[in-house]
């Protein structure tokens, strides 16, 4: 095998595909090194996998409440095992269309073994060293473990390992109410089972967004302690049990802790690279993705960048651009998120809060799910939209919806904050009748008058 390469990239997820595929547009060898499976997080275990399990736990709860009670549907139990075949045989399809054929294609070589760094210039990889013009790191992120009493007792799951599982659980507690958290609630209770989130509900999203998913969790049957728990332990039975600061207690079979993720930087031997890291291990980096040692970038959630794959795409552009002597930064501006409950948390820009601590003086609407023509003609109740703008330009500065297909909206909203669109821009276009992103055209219309309108008027 060659040793020396004009880059090469530690990981072989979206950060690190982006890396490769830019540095061999412009010419340069590039050796991929991964010493698992490739594909990174969002293939393995991450986006792919929560989301094919989500639709199919989606499918299931929409015949055990359908909204229309002309239509009989029903739904049996689960076989699990069978679910989770499927989902495998999705991951094995595109890690081999998405990664093994496109780094083909592409003309980057790819090694199997775990790298370390040796010295600020050289990588070992499997016992040979390896050197580059330059190195991109993107190793991405796993599961973080809170460090709590009795937690080494309580064989905890996290987002991968219960996506694992062949058996359902008769009951689960979710520790964390940030997305994953949410998704992963909502997944195993639309699959039968009982189910305790305990934590703050979607605390980055507008109030009004939020509250929206209370009470789709409180009719999901989903129990959601909104307090910070202290202290794990195993019941009498067998159960795990979690207490909480204000001295709740919540039971299940299983725990699955979703409380956010630390970098996997342990054995890469960043000391000896001179590469320093931060919070949870992360990657300390510039505003060009570029570490403390001028030959090696780092990019995607390695790097403390957003944890979305496609900023993790865009961070390994930024960061071989940078390698290869041509920097440029990431534009975060009006950057969206989804989380794939039912409904959708999605968002983009700025919120309230954020726009008045910002300085603007910011002015919003809120458009409710029974002034949606779409929701009405889904029997929906579920739903709301918000729109924050400066009051004084009337520029939209953010966008937040808890809808059915809250994330396809968000695109539309997304192009209106970058390219700085006004409400009155988004109130006088287009919008087709009886669709949901249409909800983005009626409550700007909101900012013009607070009285009723007709369908389409």
Not at 31 to 45: K, M, P, Q, R
Not at 135 to 144: D, F, K, Q, R, S
Not at 329 to 340: I, M
């Amino acid at each position: 095998m060659d040793t020396t390469w004009d880059l090469v990239v530690v990981g072989s997820g979206g950060a690190a595909m982006a890396a490769g595929i830019e540095a061999r547009s412009r010419g340069k060898s590039v050796l991929l090194v991964e010493h698992a499976a490739l594909g990174g997080t969002c293939l393995n275990v991450g986006c792919v996998p929560s989301k094919t399990l989500l639709a199919a736990a989606g499918r299931r709860h929409d015949a055990l409440a359908s909204p229309f009670p002309a239509i009989a549907t029903s739904a049996a139990g689960v076989d699990l095992p069978a679910l989770m075949a499927q989902k495998q045989d999705l991951v094995d399809r595109l890690r081999q269309s998405k990664y093994v054929d496109v780094a083909a294609a592409h003309g980057m070589a790819v090694r199997t073994g775990h790298a370390r760094f040796l010295d600020e210039h050289t990588l070992e990889v499997e016992g040979q060293a390896v050197t580059a013009g330059a190195y991109v790191i993107a190793t991405g992120a796993t599961a973080h473990i809170p460090d709590l009493p009795g937690m080494a007792t309580a064989d905890p799951l996290t987002s991968t390992t219960a996506m694992d599982l062949h058996a359902l659980p008769a009951s689960l507690v979710v520790l964390g109410g940030g997305d994953v958290g949410l998704e992963q609630a909502q997944l195993w209770a639309h699959l039968g089972v009982r189910v305790t989130l305990v934590g703050r509900l979607a605390p980055h999203a507008e109030p009004e967004a939020a509250d929206v998913l209370r009470a789709v969790f409180a009719a999901d049957g989903i129990t959601v302690v909104e307090e910070r728990a202290v202290e794990v332990e195993r019941s009498a039975d067998g159960d795990v049990l979690v207490r909480t600061e204000h001295g709740a207690e919540v039971s299940g079979q299983r725990l699955l802790v979703a409380a956010g993720r630390h970098a996997n930087t342990d054995g890469l031997g960043l000391d000896a690279a001179g590469v320093v890291t931060g919070a949870r291990g992360s990657i300390t980096v510039d505003e060009h993705q570029r570490t403390s040692n001028p030959r090696v970038f780092a990019a995607g959630d390695v790097s403390g960048a957003p944890q979305h794959v496609y900023v993790a795409a865009q961070t390994g552009h930024a960061a071989a651009g940078g390698a290869l002597g041509e920097p440029r930064a990431v534009d975060y501006r009006a950057l969206p998120a989804v989380t794939f409950t039912t409904p959708q948390l999605a968002s983009a820009g700025l919120t309230e809060a954020q726009a008045l601590a910002a300085g603007h003086d910011c002015d919003c609407r809120v458009l409710q799910a029974h002034d949606i023509p779409r929701a009405l003609a889904n029997h929906d109740p579920h739903g709301v939209l918000k729109i924050v703008i400066d009051a004084r330009t009337r520029k939209v500065l953010g966008v937040h919806a808890a809808l059915d297909g809250a994330g396809d909206v968000i695109l539309a909203a997304t192009y209106a904050i970058k390219h700085g669109l006004t409400v009155d821009d988004l109130a006088d276009t287009w919008a087709p009748y009886l669709t949901m992103g249409e909800a983005l055209r009626i409550c700007a219309g909101l900012f013009r008058t607070d009285k009723p309108t007709s369908c389409c008027a």
